[in-house]
């Protein structure tokens, strides 16, 4: 299920927003790395207020934008779930990139108050149609169709 930005607590919808305008995320994305980042505010996983599904897309887009990852939940309390999410090695090596061979990371997110099939095309990843890939879900750990 992909997460609606309507239920994310201000903060959080402020930032879908603004990772979603893709003109604005394009022009600020160069400056993150070593000595600069792009920090859109406090990484809000294990707070509350928000389903998994949330929690993984706000992790995700944290790792693609190059935000600096650092926890701002309480350490002390954290549940299982929450250590989980933020310790998934395989979100995390985006974070970290650059990717390498031929990879490239994306993230589906319905922006709308109802469900919906969220989709993209070849082209808009920088692929030329008729390109076979491997696509993966980092989070479910699994090859996709």
């Not at 859109?40 to 897309?57: F, Q, S």
């Not at 929450?82 to 990139?97: D, M, Q, R």
Request: charged share 20%; hydrophobic share 45%.
């Amino acid at each position: 299920m992909v997460p609606k930005v309507e239920t994310f607590p201000s903060g959080i919808k402020a930032l879908a927003y603004y990772v979603h305008r893709k003109d604005q995320n394009d022009k600020w994305a160069s400056y993150a790395g070593p000595g600069g980042w792009n920090d859109p505010d406090m990484l809000e996983v294990g707070n509350g207020g928000m389903t998994i599904e949330e929690y993984r897309a706000h992790f995700s887009i944290w790792a693609l934008a190059k935000v600096p990852l650092l926890v701002g939940c309480d350490i002390q309390a954290m549940d299982n779930t929450t250590f989980e999410l933020i310790s998934n090695p395989k979100v995390i090596a985006v974070w970290v990139g650059p990717l390498n061979g031929n990879k490239v990371a994306v993230i589906l997110w319905n922006r709308s108050s109802s469900n919906a099939t969220v989709t993209a095309s070849w082209s808009d990843i920088g692929l030329e149609s008729g390109t076979i890939v491997d696509a993966r879900d980092l989070w479910a750990v699994r090859y996709v169709d």
